[in-house]
């Protein structure tokens, strides 16, 4: 828990099935840092747009709904979870219907920056030393400031064949394209196939889990030791 300083933001990026969500929660598990899940916060509004029945296509009324959106997300990364008002909506946020639709919430810039304040100030607020901060303009918009920066990436046929192992009520041919369909629109919107200027790029395509986070752990630690934190 904290010492009382500033926290420690470490902001890492990627394509779907880079492994964000699983290693970032690993390797704050290791630091014993927070987690955020910024993807997350996008599943948890659409869901409740579908409960709401408002067309996510609709931007203005999307953003007209923001005021009645109130959610809550888990950052101790032993204790996750996603609220939204007295539901949980941990695992109803990772059905298909959910995914199929996040993408066009996430292209309404008032969404985003609506989102990212609160990403911000759970960040600031955090009671842990640092926080491990994971989605797909985290170290370009949310803390490009942070003083590690990661892209996490892995080919397009390593994060498909990583998808396809978990259960799911799809088939790996229908998992493959909604997520080569899912990053193509969600990269007209920000750049994360790219590692920005002061960006540390890991390719997680040849390593298994355990490597991958013992690679980005590597990276926290030189960072830290070369700004002496
Ligand atoms: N380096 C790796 N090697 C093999 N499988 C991995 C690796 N990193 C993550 N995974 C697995 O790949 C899947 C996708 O990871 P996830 O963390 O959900 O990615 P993202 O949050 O980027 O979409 C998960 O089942 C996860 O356990
Ligand atoms: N910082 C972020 C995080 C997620 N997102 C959006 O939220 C969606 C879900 O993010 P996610 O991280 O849960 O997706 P996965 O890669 O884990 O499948 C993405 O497809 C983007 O549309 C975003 O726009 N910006």
């Known amino acids: 828990m904290s010492t009382g300083s500033t926290p ?6 990627g394509p779907a099935g880079s492994g964000k969500s699983s290693v970032s929660r690993a390797v704050a598990k290791a630091l014993g840092f927070a987690y955020l899940d910024t993807g997350a916060s996008y599943r948890a509004l659409s869901w409740h ?3 709401r029945g408002i067309d996510a296509a609709q931007a203005s009324d999307v953003v007209a709904e923001l005021p009645n959106f109130d959610f809550r997300i888990g950052t101790d990364p032993d204790d996750y979870y996603v609220r939204v008002g007295s539901a949980d909506v941990t695992e109803a946020i990772r059905e298909p219907r959910v995914t199929g639709v996040v993408s066009l919430v996430a292209r309404i810039p008032e969404v985003r920056r609506w989102l990212n304040e ?35 990436t892995a080919t397009e046929d390593a994060r498909m064949a990583r998808r396809s192992k ?29 590692a920005a200027d002061g960006v540390t790029t890991v390719d997680s395509t040849d390593l298994d889990f355990e490597q991958t986070v013992s690679a980005v752990v590597e990276v926290v630690q030189t960072a830290r030791t070369s700004h002496g934190g």
């Open 8 to 13: 420690v933001i470490v902001a890492i990026d």
């Open 118 to 152: 609160r990403f911000r100030m759970i960040m600031a607020g955090t009671p842990f030393d640092g926080i491990v901060a994971e989605g797909r303009d985290i170290t370009t918009v949310v803390a490009p400031d942070a003083p590690v920066r990661i892209l996490l």
């Open 49 to 51: 747009l579908m409960v």
């Open 166 to 194: 978990e259960l799911t009520s799809e088939s790996a041919a229908a998992v493959g394209e909604a997520l080569r369909s899912r990053d193509k629109a969600d990269s007209r919107v920000v750049d994360f196939m790219n």
